[in-house]
């Protein structure tokens, strides 16, 4: 349930201009001279199977919103993605019957309480702690500040390498924290029996939003998100008339309705009344057993491509954002354009090539990868993609954290003796230094 991958594209033009050269060539097959000399019969046959022929490609024409000659069908919007071939009215008319459905199953079952009652007035609450604690008349911070979250479970990993694999990746996590005067809160406590795996990070948001009004924005990590780049800053400025960022594509999600339209492992949320309203609309599918698994039941109804289980936080998300696009979707940013968290699979084979080609913090993209993302291998719980092995996923991971590290360790001189070994060695007779070498003994010549 974890594997989050790359949405392919989904819109498919239609070619109209192809179907009306086919009528044409249908239309021709019988010219009038094919009935000279034959029978009456024949003459009939023949008639019959070319008027037959016209109604087909007239009802397929029909049928498939297209145009041939003088049938002209308009159609509402364009068909969607799933076993249900359905117009954006139909869509909505489903969707609100099913968010209806599911709002009641809520309603019936035990209150949610986790998060004690909703927070009224939190935007003039937050501004009045910051002017107290900035002495700003604004009650706004001089400079966006960040908290990074991330959690772990406080159980040892069923993998004897995990434990091992966490460290480094919350290590990594420090490092780029303090490279960018960032805040970093980890979490390896057990919250609550009920919302556990992916749904305690709606907990610990909402529980950091309210005891640290003077932060800006808070950024989930999932403890399998490694920085690749670490010199390569979030660009906040691009995202202020949002509330809410994470790796996502608009017409997987809208268009399609797809459940692995975005990622939820990464994200970051803005400290705000939006924020605080939209998790509580978020949070109330979690608690594990029976609200669980009955609001799954929803998000399949409600989301094509999913397939059956208990809610989980990605599909949850998506649902919120399809249901109600005006109130959430529209604050929710997806960006596609850098890996604001990018999958594993199609990066860490060329951090080699990376190196050798480009520089880190002026991309984010493919060629130096901002945050790569090791969704599916469950390193500590053991449930691993069965698309690949333990041994891949601990060997790739190992090669990402290195290729991070160097960018820390260069600057006092040191570099991993190779991305496969945590072993470090000086830099001097590295490729760079050989290369400075070469060029400071040409000069002299």
């Given at each position: ?144 500040r960040i908290m990074i979250i991330t ?109 692995l339209g975005l990622n939820a492992g ?180």
């Amino acid at each position: 349930m974890r594997l989050r991958a790359k949405v392919q594209e989904y819109g498919r033009s239609r070619r109209v201009t192809n179907m009306k050269d086919d009528g044409k060539k249908t239309q021709t097959l019988l010219p009038s001279e094919s009935f000279r000399g034959r029978s009456f019969q024949s003459r009939v046959v023949y008639g019959l199977c070319f008027a037959a022929s016209v109604c087909i490609i007239g009802l397929w024409c029909f049928t498939s919103n297209s145009s041939l000659g003088i049938f002209t069908v308009r159609s509402s919007g364009p068909r969607q993605y799933g076993p249900k071939q359905m117009t954006p009215e139909e869509i909505k008319a489903e969707l609100a019957e099913i968010d209806m459905g599911l709002k009641a199953f809520l309603n019936s079952s035990k209150p949610f309480t986790k998060f004690g009652p909703p927070v009224v007035g939190w935007d003039k609450t937050r501004a009045d702690a910051i002017r107290r604690s900035t002495n700003s008349s604004s009650g706004v911070n001089p400079k966006p500040r960040i908290m990074i979250i991330t959690s772990s479970h406080p159980k040892k990993c069923e993998n004897k390498q995990g434990d091992q694999m966490l460290l480094k990746s919350i290590k990594n996590k420090m490092d780029y924290a303090r490279l960018h005067g960032i805040e970093l809160y980890y979490n390896m406590d057990a919250i609550d029996d009920e919302m556990t795996s992916w749904w305690v990070k709606t907990f610990l948001t909402h529980m950091l939003m309210k005891q640290h009004p003077e932060i800006d924005w808070f950024w989930w990590m999932d403890a399998d998100a490694i920085f690749t780049d670490m010199t390569f800053e979030l660009p906040l400025e691009k995202y202020k008339n949002h509330n809410m960022v994470m790796h996502g594509w608009e017409d997987a999600v809208y268009d399609r309705r797809s459940w692995l339209g975005l990622n939820a492992g990464v994200f970051i949320l803005r400290n705000c009344q939006w924020s605080m309203d939209m998790l509580h609309a978020w949070a109330p599918m979690s608690p594990k057993g029976k609200v669980r698994d009955g609001a799954g039941k929803f998000l399949t109804k409600a989301l094509p491509d999913r397939g059956k289980g208990e809610a989980d936080d990605q599909s949850g998300l998506v649902y919120l954002m399809v249901t109600d696009r005006e109130r959430w979707g529209s604050k929710v940013f997806l960006e596609s354009d850098y890996y604001f968290q990018g999958y594993w699979r199609v990066i860490t084979e060329r951090f080699e090539e990376m190196m050798d080609k480009y520089k880190p913090g002026l991309y984010g993209d493919d060629r130096w990868p901002f945050v790569t993302h090791f969704c599916g291998c469950e390193f500590c719980c053991g449930s691993i993609n069965p698309e690949y092995t333990v041994d891949q996923c601990l060997m790739h991971m190992e090669r990402a954290v290195n290729f991070a590290d160097n960018q820390v360790i260069n600057r006092y001189g040191f570099q991993h003796k190779t991305l496969k070994t945590p072993e470090v060695v000086p830099l001097t007779g590295s490729k760079n230094q050989t290369t400075s070498a070469k060029l400071k003994a040409k000069k002299a010549v």
